[in-house]
């Protein structure tokens, strides 16, 4: 992790993966450096699960030719556009969603479904690789983020 998140030279749905999870860790982050700094301000960090939305242009010929196929072999639920913002809609309107929580859809695989507390991915609980991806992102951009 030292030269920086894989999702620089990967493709596809390695760079979508690990770029979500860059997400989730810089969000981690920041949560801690708003306390630190005693701001009243939450971090959340929120996903819509799985999203009937244009991102699927960009997938390959051969994916989008047996993606509805896919939908049935594999068995996963997709929802419309609004079902997937309603967790980002939860994070900014409900008085019980604390600094650090993963919002997310709460039914089968964290697909579809009402919104709610989901589980974080084991590594973004990892405070050594949140503030590793602050420090490179600063690095990189070669800006300071004050807080």
Request: contains cysteine.
């Amino acid at each position: 992790y030292d030269e920086g998140p894989t999702f620089m030279g990967a493709t596809g749905g390695v760079a979508y993966s690990q770029s979500k999870l860059a997400n989730i860790l810089f969000t981690m982050e920041l949560k801690d450096r708003l306390a630190a700094s005693k701001k009243n301000i939450k971090a959340i960090v929120v996903h819509p699960g799985t999203s009937m939305t244009d991102l699927s242009r960009h997938f390959p010929w051969y994916v989008l030719l047996f993606l509805p196929v896919l939908k049935y072999v594999v068995s996963f639920d997709v929802s419309e556009p609004a079902e997937g913002a309603q967790a980002s809609l939860m994070a900014c309107t409900d008085p019980n969603v604390k600094a650090g929580d993963f919002l997310g859809p709460t039914g089968k695989g964290e697909e579809t479904g009402p919104p709610g507390k989901v589980s974080s991915p084991e590594k973004a609980s990892s405070k050594e690789l949140c503030a590793k991806l602050w420090t490179l992102s600063e690095d990189k951009l070669g800006i300071k983020f004050d807080i």
